[in-house]
């Protein structure tokens, strides 16, 4: 966690489900893309886990946000182009803009996969409020090139990754996406990235397997989702959650345990899967970080950084950078 996206049912992204949950579940360890966890009912789980004292990243990312998003504006003069990727339910960049009257000649772009998050966000951000806001239905790297498109060399701008996001990346992966993201803006442009830190097994453990068992509805919901989308016959209750903290590679993973040997068929995808008992399917990694790294993470992608603002309490971390 996290990611914002929703995935809408619509015949190309139900294709693609079902090409995806064919070659990953063939890989050993078994697999599937964390961005599948976040459909209707999988993104409403995920509001309810940001609620839990638990898993404070959206709690402490917004209270940064408030704390100092004046100084963060700025540090970006001529700013006259937002884009936020993966903007959830909008609180974050409204938080981020304050009262958005002082923004009368920003133009926001938003951008999601799910048309029903773009809705969602265009409201928080109100009617009325001077902003321009536009959305993109699209993957984050298409967005980009839609921004970056319709620019017309007014202003500099900011480009928003919130919510510890890149942590969803393995270091190779997280590198290849800001690299994608420099590509995609002019020298001066801005980054802000929220990352989520290390910090202890214990704290990290809780934050992915909570008491309620709300993240293991959360994660066990993809074989819902399966069953629903794709014809599959998973039994839900043959399946628990598991997390795990793997200290040197710096990341916790989130998995699906068999609870015994049993065959599951996906006639969507063409695919007939035998478990052993105590085989997993592996759903999320989330990389956590020390600051350092975060700044090394964005030099090595052709940004420099500007400021960063901690929260050593609960860990976390906002770095502003630079395209160089």
């Not at 974050?92 to 304050?98: D, E, F």
């Not at 008491?211 to 069953?227: D, K, Q, S």
């Not at 969507?268 to 600051?291: Q, R």
Request: hydrophobic content about 45%; charged content about 20%.
């Amino acid at each position: 966690m996290p990611h914002s996206a929703v995935q809408d049912a619509d015949p190309q992204a139900s294709e693609s489900f079902a090409h995806d949950v064919r070659c990953y579940l063939a890989l050993t360890p078994r697999q599937l893309p964390s961005r599948y966890l976040y459909d209707a009912l999988g993104s409403a789980l995920f509001e309810a886990i940001c609620a839990l004292p638990w898993y404070p990243i959206t709690r402490v990312e917004r209270r940064l946000l408030a704390l100092h998003g004046q100084d963060i504006l700025a540090h970006v003069p001529g700013l006259a182009t937002v884009a936020e990727l993966g903007p959830g339910n909008g609180h974050k960049i409204t938080t981020l803009l304050g009262t958005p009257h002082g923004h009368g000649n920003l133009v926001v772009h938003l951008i999601d996969v799910s048309v029903a998050a773009l809705d969602t966000a265009r409201r928080a951000l109100g009617m009325g409020s001077g902003l321009e806001v536009v959305t993109h239905p699209a993957t984050y790297e298409m967005g980009l090139e839609e921004v970056r498109r319709a620019r017309n060399g007014r202003g500099r701008t900011l480009v928003l990754l919130l919510g510890s996001n890149i942590g969803n990346f393995d270091p190779p992966g997280a590198h290849i996406f800001l690299k994608k993201i420099r590509a995609s803006l002019v020298e001066g442009d801005a980054l802000l990235i929220g990352v989520d830190l290390v910090k202890s097994e214990d704290r990290l453990l809780l934050a992915y397997d909570d008491p309620l068992g709300i993240t293991a509805a959360f994660n066990r919901n993809l074989l819902v989702r399966m069953n629903r989308e794709l014809c599959a016959d998973f039994d839900i209750a043959g399946f628990q959650h598991r997390a795990v903290w793997t200290a040197r590679e710096s990341r916790i993973e989130m998995h699906l345990v068999s609870a015994r040997r049993q065959r599951v068929r996906v006639p969507a995808a063409s695919l007939e899967v035998v478990f052993a008992e105590g085989e997993t399917i592996w759903t999320e990694s989330s990389y956590k970080y020390h600051p350092h790294e975060i700044s090394e993470l964005l030099e090595r992608a052709g940004f420099g950084e500007v400021r960063q603002w901690l929260d050593e309490q609960d860990g976390f971390a906002l770095t502003l950078a630079e395209a160089i």
